[in-house]
């Protein structure tokens, strides 16, 4: 087919990046998946090439106003039924602030920090579904697309010892499919997000680089379970605080290094967010690799869970997997 100007334009723009061989990425089969060399993004025509540009500079592109303030509100209802037990969903996982951990447990959100695997609820898995973000989705990994990981991040107050921080991080690192760039955060705030709040901090253009070795941070006030940052994260690379409004959208890269600060407000700072993957991806087997300490933690928590029952970090993920759109390839 006759390539647009636009597109014509970003190829020269993007033949201009110094990118890694490894970033070739080619399915044959699937003759709307032409990415080559150097391209992280796919021409379907709803990126402008300024946009395109900067995912395939940056790692990430913000859209603003991408979810409906209604859909939002609509979505804070059911976070707070579903803290407060009023309804359920098979699968949910909730997790408490380490600061407070050691008080009573009341079932509300105040007390619930992040929720996460809520694909079997059906009010907030109408998020991953939302056309406007399928539509972005798309972009990064072609028409088959698996909702692999939900979450709702309730970042609570500070209690003072810091652990409202999530440290720097790939998300690549807790994830054993490949390849990674038909894995894509769309990540929606469901408020005014800032710096003093909380809000994302990414270090720009790390998509371009390999996953790194991750572990719990030597933080003086402790770190959650699972919260591992990159090990000698560089501080002076340069940093970029994503400030965000109710409704704005980030889609990123899963080897784009980000995290965020802590919450210096009294309310809890709350997004949505989805994971997504080609369903075209295979999964891959992280003995031996840098992921092998997540996915022991991941191990010895589904054996807690699933009463004893041995279940591979592989199908823990196939199983929480959804098809939102094409076909179930190989996920
Ligand atoms: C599979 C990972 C998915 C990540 C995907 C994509 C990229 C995203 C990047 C991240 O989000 S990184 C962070 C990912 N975080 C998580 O996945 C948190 C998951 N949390 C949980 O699964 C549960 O909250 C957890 C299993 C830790 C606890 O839930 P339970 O209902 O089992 O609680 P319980 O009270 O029984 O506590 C079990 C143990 O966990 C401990 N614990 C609970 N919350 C904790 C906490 N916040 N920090 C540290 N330890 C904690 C608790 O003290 C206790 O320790 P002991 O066994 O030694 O007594
Ligand atoms: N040693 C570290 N290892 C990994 N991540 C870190 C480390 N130190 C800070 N971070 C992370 O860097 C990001 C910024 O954190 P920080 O608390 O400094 O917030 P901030 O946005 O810089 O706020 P401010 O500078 O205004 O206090 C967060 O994701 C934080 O978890
Ligand atoms: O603080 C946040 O909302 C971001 C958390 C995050 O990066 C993650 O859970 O992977
Ligand atoms: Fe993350
Ligand atoms: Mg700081």
Redesign the pocket.
Known sequence: TEMSRAAERLRLLINHLDRPSDAIVSFESHPLICKTQGEYTLDTDLLTPEQRLSYEQNGYILIKNLVSEEDINRFRYTHTRLCRQEVKAPGL??????AI?KSEFVPDQRAIS?I?DFQEDPELFRYCTLPQILKYVECFTGPNIMAM?T?LINKPPDAGKKTSRHPM?Q?LH?FPFRPADWIVCAWTAMETVNRQNGCLVVLPGTHTGTLQEHDYPEWEGGA?????GVRGYDSQHPRVHLEMEKGDTVFFHPLLIHGSGMNQTQGFRKAISC?YASADCYYIDVNGTTQENIANE?KE?TM?KYAGQEISFQDSWAFRGRLVKGERTSL
């Open positions: 996982v909730t997790m408490r602030d380490l951990l992040k996460q990981h979450m991080h998300d807790y959650n379970k699972m919260y591992h994971h991941v928590i807690r």
